[in-house]
């Protein structure tokens, strides 16, 4: 089968509808979804096929849609959309076809965050053959038409649900939009009514487009991922003073710990924890000893640093445990505080959080009341 020049197929999302159905202030398709926006996920997918040449996003009016883009605005072609999705995808073809128009166009919904590679390969190849080609996915559920009350059985025999990214002839989708009536929910509708043919591809369930407020849970559920375990450990020694911090809270001792920052051996392991779960060096290498804007430094900081690392891969913190190897002071009564403070720390990444403490019954630096030591394990969901 002759397959098209990847230099001459384009994709062209489109992203400047209001959502209102999914409603939350911002349109749906800039809000977050494990940590990017959805139309971040969807241009990414485009950008990244080896059969897709350029990639042109329909924004709203107004800088928005290229502040929400980032860096990924300066490897696309923008312009504004219209009043309806329809008005949208006709602009975003005829700004399309200004300059060395495409043989073909993949149109996709921004709402639509995951694009499998294989289905992208799918559409393309149906193009070789057909004007049009679609993603598309058997209806499963018995079909009803009514009301309050059922009116007619539907007979499901034949009936598709179908998805985006539609591929089409290029000439032959803009001049079908040209000429077409208002009121088409997707371009197979548009391409329909002019005559073209359209083939039907498989979809794939994880294409699902985010319409309402809940979708984004069920989006992110359908999302591959890893699960992935670190561990920290870390030990101060004790020294003058009258307080210690552990795992953020100021407890009065009649001895210090002795540290370049606040010396909370509990935070120190925890943010060790979490940036072994990530992949992502150690304390060290984020806040090295040597640098005076660390000295005296609270430890808050360097934990909130690594929540933040995490939220940025688009990962999510599902559990953290430290424990607290010492004789002296008691940890038990603080337990409590101690995990609320982690919870505080890592406030928008919601873990479930533990706090233990042990003694070593006097064996050992920690016996002799050398010093404090800390372990932490972190779990964390990562994007697979
Ligand atoms: N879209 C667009 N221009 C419009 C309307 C919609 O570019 N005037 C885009 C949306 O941004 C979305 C896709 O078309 O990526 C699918 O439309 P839909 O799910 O209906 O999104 P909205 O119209 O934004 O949502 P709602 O209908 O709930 O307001
Ligand atoms: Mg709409």
Same mark, same amino acid.
């Given at each position: 089968?002759?397959?098209?020049?990847?230099?001459?197929?384009?994709?062209?999302?489109?992203?400047?509808?209001?959502?209102?159905?999914?409603?939350?202030?911002?349109?749906?398709?800039?809000r977050p979804l494990r940590g990017r926006?959805?139309?971040?996920?969807?241009?990414?997918?485009?950008?990244?096929?080896?059969?897709?040449?350029?990639?042109?996003?329909?924004?709203?009016?107004?800088?928005?849609?290229?502040?929400?883009?980032?860096?990924?605005?300066?490897?696309?072609?923008?312009?504004?959309?219209?009043?309806?999705?329809?008005?949208?995808?006709?602009?975003?073809?005829?700004?399309?076809?200004? /300059?060395?128009?495409?043989?073909?166009?993949?149109?996709?919904?921004?709402?639509?965050?995951?694009?499998?590679?294989?289905?992208?390969?799918?559409?393309?190849?149906?193009?070789?053959?057909?004007?049009?080609?679609?993603?598309?996915?058997?209806?499963?559920?018995?079909?009803?038409?009514?009301?309050?009350?059922?009116?007619?059985?539907?007979?499901?025999?034949?009936?598709?649900?179908?998805?985006?990214?539609?591929?089409?002839?290029?000439?032959?989708?803009?001049?079908?939009?040209?000429?077409?009536?208002?009121?088409?929910?997707?371009?197979?509708?548009?391409?329909?009514?002019?005559?073209?043919?359209?083939?039907?591809?498989?979809?794939?369930?994880?294409?699902?487009?985010?319409?309402?407020?809940?979708?984004?849970?069920?989006?992110?559920?359908?999302?591959?991922?890893?699960?992935?375990?670190?561990?920290?450990?870390?030990?101060?020694?004790?020294?003058?003073?009258?307080?210690?911090?552990?795992?953020?809270?100021?407890?009065?001792?009649?001895?210090?710990?002795?540290?370049?920052?606040?010396?909370?051996?509990?935070?120190?392991?925890?943010?060790?924890?979490i940036?072994?779960?990530?992949?992502?060096?150690?304390?060290?290498?984020?806040?090295?000893?040597?640098?005076?804007?660390?000295?005296?430094?609270?430890?808050h900081?360097?934990l909130a640093h690594a929540g933040r690392l995490v939220a940025d891969a688009g990962g999510q913190i599902l559990?953290v445990?430290?424990?607290?190897? /010492?004789?002296?002071?008691?940890?038990?009564?603080?337990?409590?505080?101690?995990?609320?403070?982690l919870r505080d720390i890592l406030a928008d990444h919601a873990p479930r959080v533990?706090?233990?403490?042990?003694?070593?019954?006097?064996?050992?630096?920690?016996?002799?009341?050398?010093?404090?030591?800390?372990?932490?394990?972190?779990?964390l969901?990562?994007?697979?």
């Open positions: 089968m002759a397959s098209l020049a990847p230099e001459r197929v384009a994709a062209l999302v489109v992203a400047a509808g209001r959502g209102e159905r999914a409603g939350g202030g911002e349109p749906k398709q800039f926006p959805l139309v971040v996920h969807a241009v990414e997918a485009f950008l990244g096929h080896p059969r897709i040449g350029r990639v042109h996003v329909v924004v709203p009016g107004g800088a928005e849609g290229r502040r929400i883009l980032g860096p990924l605005a300066e490897r696309v072609g923008l312009s504004p959309g219209g009043a309806t999705r329809q008005e949208s995808v006709r602009l975003g073809l005829e700004a399309l076809g200004q /300059a060395d128009p495409p043989s073909h166009v993949l149109i996709h919904d921004a709402a639509r965050p995951f694009v499998p590679a294989a289905m992208i390969d799918r559409v393309v190849d149906a193009l070789a053959q057909h004007p049009g080609a679609c993603p598309a996915l058997p209806v499963v559920d018995s079909l009803r038409r009514g009301g309050a009350t059922v009116a007619e059985v539907v007979d499901r025999e034949g009936l598709w649900r179908v998805q985006t990214p539609q591929g089409f002839d290029f000439r032959a989708i803009l001049e079908a939009h040209r000429t077409a009536a208002p009121g088409a929910t997707d371009d197979v509708a548009v391409a329909h009514a002019a005559g073209l043919t359209v083939a039907l591809v498989e979809g794939d369930e994880r294409a699902m487009k985010v319409t309402v407020a809940e979708d984004f849970a069920r989006a992110s559920a359908l999302w591959p991922r890893v699960i992935t375990t670190g561990t920290g450990f870390d030990v101060h020694r004790f020294g003058p003073g009258d307080h210690v911090w552990l795992c953020g809270i100021r407890i009065p001792h009649g001895r210090g710990l002795l540290g370049h920052s606040d010396a909370d051996v509990g935070l120190h392991a925890l943010t060790d924890a940036l072994g779960a990530l992949g992502a060096g150690d304390i060290g290498v984020h806040f090295p000893p040597s640098d005076p804007r660390w000295k005296g430094a609270a430890s900081l360097f559990h445990d430290v424990t607290i190897i /010492a004789e002296e002071p008691k940890v038990g009564p603080h337990r409590p505080a101690m995990c609320a403070r533990s706090v233990k403490a042990t003694t070593t019954e006097g064996l050992g630096f920690a016996g002799r009341r050398e010093g404090i030591a800390a372990q932490a394990v972190a779990t969901s990562l994007p697979g």
